[in-house]
Nanobody, 124 residues
Framework: QVQLVESGGGLVQAGGSLRLSCAASGRSFSRYGMGWFRQAPGKERTLVAAISWSGGSVYYTDSVKGRFTISRDNAKNTVFLQMNSLKPEDTAVYYC?????????????????WGQGTQVTVSS
């Protein structure tokens, strides 16, 4: 497993941008598929975006397509989520997660390392 620490959350007005970062420590970060999840109050945690170990393949849930971009820098053991054109409905705690097992990018199965989460609040 890897240890994950998110940063970059905060309060932003609708239409604004934030960039989340997730720093990983541990072994073989480049072997892990990475995902960003979010959980709004009273709702289930859902997958927002995912990226393959190489960065060559990505997935986005429909509600963020064209607005969010996931990327990774394996040399720096970091994965990013660039969030543009933010909406109030994007308000949630955002979690970074890692999985060493393979699988479809749109699958939530196999994530076994989680960060502590970072709050994103979008005001209208």
């Amino acid at each position: 497993q890897v240890q994950l620490v998110e940063s970059g959350g905060g309060l932003v007005q609708a239409g604004g941008s934030l960039r989340l970062s997730c720093a990983a420590s541990g072994r073989s970060f480049s072997r892990y598929g990475m995902g960003w999840f979010r959980q709004a109050p009273g709702k289930e945690r859902t997958l927002v975006a995912a990226i393959s170990w190489s960065g060559g393949s990505v997935y986005y849930t429909d509600s963020v397509k064209g607005r969010f971009t996931i990327s990774r820098d394996n040399a720096k053991n970091t994965v990013f989520l660039q969030m543009n054109s933010l909406k109030p409905e994007d308000t949630a705690v955002y979690y970074c997660a890692a999985r060493s097992s393979g699988g479809y990018l749109d699958s939530t199965v196999g994530y076994d390392s989680w960060g502590q989460g970072t709050q994103v609040t979008v005001s209208s």
